[in-house]
């Protein structure tokens, strides 16, 4: 227990975040009765809603307030429709995301991919695919690789006498980068079944030999923790063929970006998964960014449809990784599972299939949450 206040920027962005962001803030405030902490919350624009009150996706003030919290729970942002005309460099997705991460040094992303057994219906494999249950977790390494390498920019080239352009990301790793992030996977696999499956190509990319070779040697400080080598194309066909011989994937930036995508099919909805985003902060690893994994799924946007679950979670995770709080994050997710045992889902979860499920809204979900707390 804490006597602190734990000072929470809630920054909810576009298309579903605000009502999913709504939903959690409920849940949080029960935790604060039951389990006696104190919590405060302050909202802030960001993305397309930081453009539209001040002019940019993160507003200097929201970077403010940032600054001054002990962590983010972030709802989504990006709106692909609109306005084409603002650059990219000036989008949600690259100005406020992408900055965000690298401001805070936010290099260990962890995304938990769970597939509730009353859910199991919502997973596209077949039954005798998914084992006893597919429990794994994608550690993805959030602030290197090709998302941040230089050079990276569009040029004009003249080819055989043509104009035209060429496009250049560059993938870069330095083994302190690797170092840091295999240890996340190798400690998270401590604390789970104890086996970290590592992703690369060592193949064709000098950045598969050298993640291999540093990976192999931190995994000599963990002799409890089997390590495993995979490369990417085949690690996107095992998840498919069997999930189950996952424990924690252990990924660069972009394959686990992929992947967790992928993985995250196999619990069924996206509105399921939360995600975390753990930095450096003040010589303290525990500075955290919370968000669900989804994106902000403008179609069903304001309409009471969205599942706030991933959102929920989110928040659990943040009150282990950022402050701590074990029994109040394992109070969350007995609520959620609780919520999913009576029959309670959202759209996405729904199947008239079965007979004790009931289907509701972002609202009531969020509210049957919180009343179970
Ligand atoms: C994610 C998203 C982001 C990423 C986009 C929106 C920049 O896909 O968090 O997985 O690629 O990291
Ligand atoms: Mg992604």
């Known amino acids: 227990m804490s006597l602190n206040v734990l000072k929470i920027a809630a920054l909810a962005g576009d298309g579903i975040g605000p009502e999913v962001m709504r939903e959690a803030v409920k849940v949080l405030h029960a935790v604060e009765k039951k389990h006696g902490i104190r919590i405060q919350i302050t909202e802030a624009p960001v993305g397309w809603a930081g453009i539209d009150a001040a002019g940019k996706a993160l507003p200097d003030e929201t970077l403010a307030l940032c600054r001054q919290s002990d962590s983010i729970l972030f709802g989504s942002v990006g709106l692909p429709d609109r306005d084409p005309t603002i650059p990219k460099e000036e989008r949600p997705e690259r100005a406020a995301l992408l900055r965000l991460r690298k401001e805070f040094g936010l290099f260990a992303n962890l995304r938990p991919v769970r597939l509730y057994q009353p859910l199991a219906h919502t997973c596209p494999l077949q039954p005798e695919r998914q084992g006893e249950g597919i429990d794994l977790l994608v550690v993805r390494e959030l602030t290197g690789g090709m998302y941040f390498g230089q050079p990276k920019r569009t040029e004009s080239?003249?080819?055989?006498?043509?104009?035209?352009?060429?496009?250049?990301?560059?993938?870069?790793?330095?083994?302190?980068?690797?170092?840091?992030?295999?240890?996340?996977?190798?400690?998270?696999?401590?604390?789970?079944?104890?086996?970290?499956?590592?992703?690369?190509?060592?193949?064709?990319?000098?950045?598969?030999?050298?993640?291999?070779?540093?990976?192999?040697?931190?995994?000599?400080?963990?002799?409890?923790?089997?390590?495993?080598?995979?490369?990417?194309?085949?690690?996107?066909?095992?998840?498919?063929?069997?999930?189950?011989?996952?424990?924690?994937?252990?990924?660069?930036?972009?394959?686990?970006?992929?992947?967790?995508?992928?993985?995250?099919?196999?619990?069924?909805?996206?509105?399921?998964?939360?995600?975390?985003?753990?930095?450096?902060?003040n010589g303290q690893q525990t500075f955290g960014f919370y968000e669900p994994a989804g994106g902000t799924a403008p179609d069903i946007a304001g309409k009471d449809l969205a599942n706030p679950i991933a959102q929920i979670l989110s928040t659990a995770l943040m009150l282990r990784y950022s402050f701590d709080l074990e029994n109040a994050a394992r109070g969350i997710e007995n609520a959620v599972g609780a919520a999913i045992e009576s029959g309670l889902r959202t759209g996405d979860i729904y199947t008239s299939k079965d007979p004790n499920a009931r289907r509701i809204g972002t609202t009531e979900m969020g509210s049957a949450i919180a009343a179970m707390i």
């Open 157 to 281: 080239v003249e080819i055989e006498g043509v104009q035209s352009k060429r496009a250049i990301d560059t993938m870069v790793y330095t083994t302190p980068e690797i170092e840091r992030i295999a240890h996340v996977a190798f400690q998270s696999a401590q604390a789970r079944r104890k086996k970290v499956t590592s992703i690369d190509k060592a193949n064709v990319l000098e950045n598969g030999v050298l993640w291999r070779e540093v990976v192999t040697n931190v995994s000599k400080h963990y002799p409890d923790v089997v390590l495993e080598h995979m490369f990417v194309d085949n690690g996107a066909m095992q998840l498919m063929l069997k999930p189950t011989q996952f424990d924690v994937m252990l990924c660069e930036n972009m394959f686990g970006d992929i992947l967790s995508d992928e993985a995250a099919a196999l619990a069924g909805s996206l509105g399921m998964l939360p995600s975390a985003s753990l930095g450096a902060r």
